[in-house]
């Protein structure tokens, strides 16, 4: 069994920073792309930034230059540094990773529970 399990929510007050973690366990062979995703209320589910197994990054358009994603492969673990952040940041913030649990098997899509952040004074 496979878990992503998402850390770091919470309330913050405008122009604070906070800083999320994503702990993938369980059979994993080997991580791919991972990624956070974000989801207000009454609105779809957006990509907030992506990062390759190599290193590579790619952030929504809203969140660059005040976010900033990393990983620790020999933690498999995620993170997204949150700064300056805004009101219409707040969201339930998802964790996302493609994976693979042995040699043979292609890569499968996992998410985790989601974390919540408010920003709000």
């Known amino acids: 069994q496979v878990q992503l399990v998402e850390s770091g929510g919470g309330l913050v007050q405008p122009g604070g920073s906070l800083r999320l973690s994503c702990a993938a366990s369980?059979?994993?062979?080997?991580?791919?792309?991972m990624a956070w995703y974000r989801q207000a209320p009454g609105k779809q589910r957006d990509l907030v930034a992506v990062?390759?197994?190599?290193?590579?990054?790619h952030y929504g358009d809203s969140v660059k230059g005040r976010f900033t994603i990393s990983r620790n492969n020999a933690k498999n673990t995620v993170y997204l540094q949150m700064s300056s952040l805004k009101p219409e940041d707040t969201a339930v913030y998802y964790c996302?990773?493609?994976?693979?649990?042995?040699?043979?098997?292609?890569?499968?899509?996992?998410w985790g529970q989601g974390t919540q952040v408010t920003v709000s004074s």
């Open positions: 996302n990773a493609d994976l693979s649990r042995s040699y043979s098997d292609p890569p499968t899509n996992y």
């Open positions: 369980g059979n994993i062979f080997r991580l791919y792309d």
């Open positions: 990062i390759t197994s190599g290193g590579s990054t």
